[in-house]
């Protein structure tokens, strides 16, 4: 089952009409009705009932995506929203970080005497805290330096940054947010791996198979860094869609056919002599 994603975007957005100077096209765009004059949509071609929503010359109509690039805008706007996540997700660490490394000898008190309370409960169940890997990995955060712990929380803070304006500029269909999210996004990939070799996990595989779907995705289907004809190819591929255009170009009268490919007998025709009036 396919979507109509003109339909769809039009059903939530509302439907967006102009009149062009051009008096052609403006009649291919416009019908008058027993209950009023009605315009087509720019973007799912319906005729609807009302004044337009702009007019004047059709090269300043505005570029309505249609098709193919609602679908691609839908599909960055998803991207936006996990970016967005991650980044508040982010932020939220570098806070946590902040606040640790101002409080740390008073956390490492809280969680000995936490750790001193459990622990006759954690060897009644055969569970060994002195050596377990998450209470050391704990202790040893106690030992940084609380200058390494605020790099840390700026560094995180400058990360999710990156990622809610990725986000912001990906829901808004910028060309710029999507250079910026396959440049991000194609940095971290290494770190992922490496993370992969490490611990596998189902999470960190899925998260790696999105990541590199995304960078696929927009670096191919959006022509970054020249790819498939670039910037030009793209711009081209999104006027050609445009209902506008299509209407432009579909009132073009019939160009005359060369002599080459005209009729046969035309050619001949043309070599005769024409009759004298007189």
């Not at 998260?207 to 711009?235: C, D, M, P, Q, S």
Request: charge should be neutral; glycine fraction near 8%; aromatic fraction near 10%.
């Amino acid at each position: 089952m396919s979507i109509d994603w003109d339909r769809r975007h039009c059903s939530r957005k509302g439907h967006i009409t102009y009149a062009p100077d051009d008096l052609r096209l403006r009649a291919r765009l416009h019908a008058p009705t027993a209950v009023g004059e009605v315009w087509r949509c720019l973007r799912c071609g319906d005729f609807v009932l009302g004044e337009p929503h702009g007019s004047g010359p059709a090269e300043l109509a505005p570029v309505v995506p249609r098709g193919r690039a609602l679908r691609d805008l839908f599909i960055l706007r998803f991207l936006a929203v996990e970016r967005v996540l991650r980044g508040l997700l982010v932020v939220v660490a570098a806070w946590a970080i902040w606040k640790f490394s101002n409080s740390q000898d008073a956390v490492r008190r809280l969680f000995e005497d936490d750790l001193t309370v459990f622990r006759p409960v954690a060897e009644h169940f055969g569970y060994d805290l002195d050596h377990s890997p998450v209470v050391d990995t704990i202790q040893k955060t106690f030992d940084y330096k609380k200058s390494t712990l605020h790099g840390v929380a700026a560094g995180l803070g400058a990360y999710a940054l990156i990622e809610v304006v990725e986000g912001v500029g990906l829901w808004f269909g910028k060309r710029w947010a999507e250079y910026l999210a396959v440049v991000a996004t194609a940095a971290f990939l290494p770190i992922e791996v490496y993370e992969l070799t490490e611990k596998m996990s189902w999470f960190k595989v899925g998260t790696l198979a999105l990541n590199i779907a995304a960078v696929l995705y927009i670096l191919i289907g959006k022509r970054l860094f020249g790819l498939r004809g670039g910037h030009a190819a793209f711009e081209a591929e999104r006027r050609s869609a445009s209902l506008m255009e299509v209407e432009e170009a579909a009132g073009e009268p019939p160009a005359p056919l060369p002599v080459r490919q005209r009729p046969a007998g035309t050619a001949a025709a043309d070599r005769l002599p024409s009759a004298d009036p007189r």
